[in-house]
């Protein structure tokens, strides 16, 4: 039986009472990744020289002071710095690009004694909903290999699923935390924006994106959390806002918690299977001690156009830096410093992340930018109004994390009321900056669904609190999947 | 505008610095018209007196001592870059 499908409490009982190394734990990791992700692709990278070292220092660290993270596995998306390790954001771009410092979320999770082994496969710089669009292969769903893992964390998501490793890191610009772990059935937090410093992400959006972490639970995902969050000076944007503990949270108890299910989120475009997944679960809610509510959210029908400007607009600004000067792709024999520019981004680029370059310069040019880029942040002022407006009279808001359960690799999803409604249930938290939760909440024709919990600005620890009480009262989360457990 | 042209590719193309050929250029022209086509919704909604969102978090002038701090290691930094001299970038003449 691997150890990669235990808790972090079930770990460090085993550190503790000496019956499993750090260098155990970490070696355990790199034989399940070595067994399974020939056929998951999850990984793009492995650091098994540096991650060992690390494990035997670790074991001659004194047993006093050890956190509940200490020794334990974790996995990096692609496009979150690491001093000395491949960095690519999946990106021939930055297909041989290795920083000199580690992101500020990286050197948290070193500080809190986790091991790194390696960095994750994503859509290429985070643009995709499937981990279709790496430049370098496509992650498959654990639950199905035929399936898309969901995007564009895809990597994170899968390598939790399949038990190779019991933390990673993914980020979150429209979804692409939540997501991957509805498709994979594991649980996946896009904290408030601002909780976790941006330092060290190669940016998307930079008003939208978030480090989020992927685990197997609810508690293990708030004791990442924990030690990821909080201000840096490295990162303006990021929030002095106390952060609490979050695992003081999972007490239990939702009695007289109020829920909101926006009638939008089970409306046209969501999957049967899905939303009756879901209602069961709002039924497992109620029988807890919360009560019900249906809401409106008025303009979350305009989520999916007022990000794509928004979101466009701030990547072909940030994705500029991409010149083939300093790092990165340069094209051969350019004759001069525009053809280099031209060419590296021609050649360095893939076909999404073109057409949202040329989509945000569009916006931002001097005759859209009014009534594109501008209305569009107006749009998204009324979108974060809407949910200020249902937190006056509610706790959480409570919906599906995706329209469907994950999809067919190389299929196209067709159904234009199918592409929106996923939108309107992800991307609108982005705008209005407020964290979002994803759970299992059941499986249909063996794939997991997502439940997706929504809470106030800064306010993670109910959305633990509710996620954590849901897992305790069923038991989705300690289902897995098949593959690999002839090697458990 | 609804039809986004080969033209228009290549315009905007320009300064967003990516070469497209001319087969490419209509292809992207397609892509882009379904984008173009799906802002134009936005339209529709009443935004009179309603501020712009460029941020979701209020926060003004963060600030700290103005003390060097994060220095990176030039050599190091220089590892990534594709041809240096003498601790410079090296380009085409531009002259």
Redo the contacts between chains.
């Keep these: 039986m691997t150890l990669m499908k235990k808790t972090a409490a079930e770990l460090q009982a085993l550190l503790h009472n000496g019956e499993v190394s750090v260098k155990e734990v970490t070696e355990d990791s790199f034989k399940q990744i070595a067994a399974l992700d020939g056929q998951v692709k999850a990984f793009l990278a492995l650091t098994e020289e540096e991650a060992l070292a690390k494990a035997e220092s670790l074991d001659n660290a004194p047993k006093e002071g050890r956190g509940p993270l200490f020794g334990l596995p974790i996995g990096i998306k692609d496009n979150i710095v690491t001093k000395g390790t491949t960095t690519t954001s999946a990106s021939k771009m930055l297909e041989?690009?290795?920083p000199?410092?580690d992101a500020t979320a990286v050197e948290k999770v070193n500080e809190a004694g986790m091991v790194s082994v390696g960095k994750l496969n994503m859509d290429e710089f985070a643009m995709g909903s499937t981990t279709e669009r790496s430049a370098f292969q496509t992650t498959h769903n654990p639950w199905n290999l035929d399936c898309v893992p969901g995007g564009s964390s895809g990597g994170s998501a899968a390598a939790v699923a399949a038990g190779e490793v019991p933390f990673s890191l993914g980020t979150d610009t429209g979804g692409s935390v939540r997501q991957p772990a509805a498709f994979c059935g594991v649980v996946g937090m896009k904290p408030t924006?601002?909780r976790v410093s941006r330092n060290g992400l190669i940016a998307f959006a930079s008003?939208?994106d978030q480090i989020g972490p992927i685990t197997r639970t609810v508690e293990d995902n708030a004791l990442l959390l924990n030690a990821i969050s909080g201000v840096d000076?490295?990162d303006?944007?990021s929030?002095p806002q106390q952060v609490p503990d979050f695992k003081t949270a999972l007490t239990g108890d939702i009695k007289g918690l109020r829920i909101a299910v926006p009638k939008e989120y089970l409306g046209e475009g969501i999957a049967e299977d899905v939303k009756d997944k879901v209602r069961a679960s709002l039924k497992v809610l109620e029988s807890l001690g919360a009560s019900i509510g249906e809401v409106t959210l008025p303009?979350s029908k305009?989520a999916?156009?007022?990000y794509?400007?928004i979101a466009?607009a701030e990547a072909?600004s940030n994705l500029?830096r991409f010149?083939?000067?300093?790092?990165?792709y340069?094209a051969e024999g350019?004759?001069?410093?525009?053809?280099?520019?031209?060419?590296s981004?021609?050649e360095g680029?893939g076909?999404e992340v073109?057409?949202r370059?040329?989509?945000g310069?569009?916006?931002l040019?001097a005759d859209h930018h009014e009534?594109?880029y501008?209305?569009?942040?107006?749009?998204?002022?009324?979108i974060?109004q809407d949910f200020a407006s249902v937190f006056d009279n509610y706790d959480v808001i409570v919906g599906p994390t995706s329209a469907t359960t994950a999809y067919e690799i190389g299929g196209v999803v067709e159904n234009q009321l199918t592409l929106y409604a996923n939108d309107i249930l992800t991307v609108s938290v982005n705008?209005?900056?407020i964290p979002a939760i994803s759970i299992p909440c059941g499986f249909s024709k063996g794939l997991p669904v997502g439940l997706q919990i929504i809470g106030k600005h800064f306010d993670e620890a109910t959305l633990y609190r509710v996620a954590h009480a849901f897992e305790q009262a069923t038991d989705f989360h300690k289902r897995t999947p098949s593959i690999g457990e002839g090697t458990n | 505008m609804t039809k986004?042209t080969a033209e228009?590719?290549q315009y905007?193309?320009n300064?967003?610095?990516?070469?497209?050929s001319d087969q490419e250029a209509e292809e992207?022209s397609e892509?882009?018209s379904g984008?173009?086509g799906?802002?134009d919704?936005?339209?529709e909604?009443d935004?009179d007196n309603?501020?712009?969102?460029?941020?979701?978090?209020q926060?003004f002038n963060?600030l700290?001592e103005d003390v060097p701090?994060?220095v990176?290691?030039r050599d190091?930094?220089l590892?990534?870059?594709?041809e240096h001299e003498d601790g410079m970038?090296k380009?085409?003449?531009?002259l």
């Design positions: 041989n690009f290795v000199v410092y924006y601002g008003s939208l000076h490295r303006s944007s929030s303009h305009y999916s156009p007022t794509y400007a466009t072909s500029a010149d083939g000067i300093r790092y990165g340069r350019a004759k001069n410093l525009d053809e280099i520019y031209l060419r981004r021609a680029f076909t073109k057409k370059i040329l989509y310069t569009y916006a040019s009534e594109l501008v209305k569009a942040m107006k749009v998204r002022t009324l974060s705008l209005a900056g | 986004f228009d590719v905007f193309a300064f967003a610095r990516i070469a497209f992207f892509l882009i984008l173009v799906f802002g919704e936005l339209k909604v935004t309603v501020e712009p969102m460029t941020h979701p978090l926060l963060v700290r701090q994060d990176l290691d190091e930094m590892a990534s870059v594709k970038i380009v085409p003449n531009i």
